[in-house]
């Protein structure tokens, strides 16, 4: 099928219903025929302006919540990123042509992000259904049935925007014991024998969408080694945080005892296929060897570990690469590579919430870390872990946790 060039513009006018795009501080940008129609609003009476300042709460009822709620469900939606579908609202509407006069009206609203390329949620989408007539023309021509239809269905409006209330607090709750649990698996700043190191761990900004991600840093047997490994469970919330813990301690342990990074995933891969919750999550290892100026590593399904190299040369650590964690029905030896450095240098190893961006490709993120670390080329761990932090992650938070380790070499 050749190529069809589409008029978005045309879209959004035939949209059936009525939708509008606001900023995140509720601003209206645009509003389809279908709104200012229904609304009985010109452009020029919306588009500009504060969504409050065009449609009031009424205030001959002071007990009306439906604005309120309105606002509370697009706030929500810039912080998390998640759409909401709100209960059946009541907000009447003053008429434009009979000011101080406010006509009843009844609403089915949702609210949905849209992102820009750094993952933040640069406009929201507010859709609106008027029902208005629909519970009207229930009450038949006396209309007590339709005000009795009217009470009942704001009550039920109501407890269902309360239920839904509940249950946001209940996953706050979650995500609050689930980063408690997640902190005390992962190991804190830490010196690993003679070298420096600096780790970070950011929790994503949705509700739920975090524990997933570990790091760990550990001394090797024989010789001046350590082990640094990064991973990436596929889930969230206490589930993730369990699966971590798990995945994390037996790396450890196999890292101390392994010939290399490839053995040690090797037998990870082989102890997550008996773990409920480890399907598909990735991990990558490293093996320091300080004396010989080696780093041998391998990688499980993971974005590359960069080198910053003494001369600012930035090397991403990706000829050594493999599908995640029980991937495979029979597993298979992974590969595993070498490559060498010279004082001086830094290893950099993260998960995706770092580098990945909705809509982008990865490359466009690792060419920004890249960049990132070029530009702080002789920072001390602590200084670049935050440096790369402040310049990569979208200033509300990526929608991904992210962990970071910084080891100088």
Request: hydrophobic share 40%; with cysteine.
């Amino acid at each position: 099928m050749k190529d069809v060039a589409i008029d978005y513009r045309a879209v959004f006018e035939g949209l059936p219903g009525m939708v509008a795009l606001l900023t995140p501080e509720l601003v209206y940008v645009d509003a389809n025929e279908d709104f200012l129609r229904l609304s009985r609003r010109k452009r020029e009476q919306v588009v500009g302006r504060y969504i409050f300042d065009v449609f009031p709460e009424n205030p001959d009822i002071p007990a009306s919540k439906g604005m309120h709620n309105v606002q509370t469900s697009m706030r929500r939606v810039v912080a998390t990123g998640q759409r909401d579908t709100m209960a059946l609202q009541r907000y009447d509407v003053e008429a434009p042509e009979r000011p101080g006069q406010w006509e009843e009206r009844y609403w089915s609203p949702v609210n949905a992000p849209v992102f820009g390329p750094d993952g933040t949620v640069v406009l929201v989408v507010h859709r609106v259904e008027d029902v208005t007539e629909l519970i009207r023309a229930r009450g038949g021509p006396s209309g007590s049935r339709a005000r009795v239809l009217e009470a009942e269905l704001y009550t039920r409006g109501r407890e269902l925007q309360e239920v839904n209330d509940r249950l946001r607090q209940a996953h706050a709750r979650e995500r609050e014991v689930a980063l408690a649990l997640q902190e005390a698996m992962l190991p804190g700043r830490r010196q690993v024998g003679d070298q420096r190191a600096a780790v970070r761990y950011r929790p994503a900004v949705g509700a739920l969408n975090v524990c997933g991600d570990w790091y760990d840093l550990v001394d090797l047997v024989g010789g001046n080694r350590i082990g640094v490994s990064v991973g990436d469970v596929v889930g969230h919330g206490l589930g993730a945080a369990g699966v971590m813990g798990q995945l994390r301690s037996a790396l450890t342990a196999t890292s101390r005892v392994a010939e290399g990074p490839a053995q040690a995933l090797d037998v990870l891969s082989r102890y997550a296929h008996v773990v409920d919750g480890a399907e598909s999550a990735t991990a990558v290892a490293t093996f320091i060897d300080f004396d010989a100026h080696t780093i041998t590593y391998s990688s499980a399904g993971h974005p590359p570990p960069a080198l910053l190299h003494a001369d600012g040369r930035v090397e991403f650590l990706d000829r050594a690469t493999d599908p995640p964690l029980d991937a495979r029905p029979d597993p298979a030896p992974r590969p595993e590579a070498r490559t060498t450095f010279t004082e001086g240098a830094t290893l950099v190893l993260y998960t995706d919430g770092l580098i990945e961006r909705r809509r982008e490709d990865i490359d466009t993120g690792l060419t920004r870390l890249a960049d990132s670390l070029g530009r702080h080329l002789g920072a001390d761990p602590e200084t670049l872990a935050d440096a790369v932090l402040l310049e990569l992650l979208p200033p509300g938070g990526a929608t991904d946790d992210t962990a970071l380790i910084v080891v100088r070499l």
